[in-house]
C-alpha cells in the first residue's frame, strides 16, 4: 500500500494511508494513533422526518379541536380551565413553551401537555425526628415550614418532586442544628434556631423555584427520666430563690422594727397607743379571745393598785369624819335636859 489512497475520500486519510472505518460497522484492535470509534453507530433520524411527525401530530391535535368545538361550553374535549392560585406550564413534545396564567385555554393534545403548579403558600411537616444535643442528650423534635413556588418553570424542571425535597432537606438541617446546640440553648433561644433554619433553607432552595417563608420548630419532647431530673432542678432552684426572698425581707424587717424599738423607747406612751390600735383591729373582727402582753398587764395592775390606795383612804377618812358627827350629837343629847 502507498501513502496515498485512490478513493473519493483521500482527504479523510490518515498519515499512513489507513481509511477511517465506515458507518455502522463494528472495527477490532485499534491501530496506534487512531481513535476507537463507537462498537454500534445507530443513524440518527433526519430533521425531516422529525418535522413531518410534529406536523402530523399537531394537524391530529387541531382536528380533535375542530371536532370537539361544539362541546367546548360543556367543558369537554382539549379544553383546561386554571383556578386562581395556580398556574399551568405548558410543553410541546416535551420542551417548554410559556406559563399560562389562571384562565379557560383550549390546548393540542397531540402535541402540547399542561402541568398545573401552585402559587399558594404550602405547608409541609416536617415528621418526629429523634435528635442528639451537643451535650449527648436524645431529644424528639419535630418542625413545619412554609413555602412557596415564585418560579413554576424552575419548580417544575429544575427538581423532581419538591415537597420530598423540601421535607427532606429541613429534616437534616434540624438534625445538623440541633446537634450544634445544648438542651438548655434549644429551650431558651428557640427563636434564634428557626432564623437559622429558615436561612439556611432559603439558601439551599434559591435555585429551585422556590421561597421559604419560615421554619419553625413545632415540639420538643425529651425522655421522661429527662423530665423529671429538669423538674426538680427548677424546683431547688426556686426553693432556694424563695429562701434567700425571705430572708431579704426579714433583714429589711427587722432594721424597720428595729428603728421603731428605738423610738417607742424614748417615748412610752407611744407602746400604749399602739397597743390601742392593735385592741381596736382585733375588736373589729369580733373575735372572743384577747391575747394581753405582760407589759400591758403590769401597767394595768399597778395603776388598779394605785386606784385601790386612793379608794381605801378615801373610806377611812369617811369614816372618821362621820365618827365625829356621832360624838357630837351624843354630847349634845348630854346636854339637852
Known amino acids: 500500500f502507498g501513502s496515498s489512497c485512490s478513493t473519493p475520500a483521500a482527504e479523510a486519510c490518515d498519515s499512513q494511508g489507513t481509511p477511517p472505518p465506515r458507518r455502522g460497522t463494528v472495527t477490532g484492535m485499534a491501530m496506534p494513533n487512531q481513535a476507537v470509534p463507537p462498537e454500534v453507530n445507530e443513524e440518527p433520524p433526519t430533521l425531516l422526518s422529525i418535522k413531518v411527525f410534529r406536523v402530523v401530530m399537531e394537524g391530529w391535535g387541531e382536528l380533535v379541536k375542530f371536532v370537539c368545538c361544539p362541546c367546548l361550553c360543556v367543558q369537554a374535549g382539549p379544553i383546561a380551565i386554571i383556578d386562581q392560585g395556580y398556574v399551568a406550564v405548558l410543553t410541546r413534545f416535551g420542551v417548554y413553551e410559556r406559563t399560562l396564567q389562571p384562565g379557560m385555554y383550549v390546548y393540542n393534545c397531540m ?7 401552585s402559587m399558594k403558600m404550602q405547608t409541609i411537616e416536617v415528621p418526629r425526628q429523634a435528635a442528639m444535643t451537643r451535650d449527648n442528650l436524645s431529644v424528639q423534635v419535630d418542625a413545619v415550614t412554609f413555602v412557596t413556588v415564585v418560579d413554576a418553570p424552575r419548580a417544575t424542571f429544575k427538581v423532581e418532586n419538591y415537597h420530598y425535597a423540601v421535607k427532606t432537606l429541613a429534616a ?25 433554619l429558615t436561612q439556611t433553607m432559603k439558601e439551599k432552595t434559591a435555585g429551585w423555584g422556590l421561597e421559604v417563608a419560615g421554619v419553625e420548630i413545632r415540639d420538643i419532647t425529651i425522655p ?21 426572698i425571705v430572708a431579704e425581707g426579714q433583714r429589711k424587717a427587722a432594721s424597720i422594727l ?80
Request: charged share 25%.
Open 224 to 244: 421522661d427520666a429527662m423530665q423529671r431530673t429538669m423538674a426538680q432542678i427548677a424546683e431547688a432552684n426556686r426553693e432556694a430563690d424563695a429562701k434567700v
Open 258 to 337: 428595729a428603728e421603731a424599738a428605738r423610738i417607742m423607747g424614748q417615748r412610752p406612751m407611744s407602746l400604749q397607743l399602739q397597743w390601742f390600735e392593735t385592741l381596736r383591729q382585733i375588736a373589729a373582727e369580733k373575735n372572743s379571745t384577747v391575747i394581753v402582753p405582760d407589759s400591758v398587764i403590769g401597767a394595768l395592775s399597778d395603776l388598779s393598785r394605785a386606784s385601790a390606795r386612793f379608794g381605801s383612804a378615801g373610806a377611812g377618812a369617811g369614816a372618821g369624819a362621820s365618827a365625829g358627827a356621832s360624838g357630837s350629837d351624843t354630847d349634845y343629847d348630854k346636854c339637852a335636859p
Open 172 to 196: 437534616s438541617t434540624l438534625l445538623r442544628v440541633m446537634a450544634e446546640h445544648s438542651l438548655q440553648e434549644i429551650f431558651t433561644e428557640r427563636g434564634q434556631l428557626n432564623d437559622r
Open 111 to 117: 402535541s402540547q401537555q399542561l402541568q398545573k403548579v
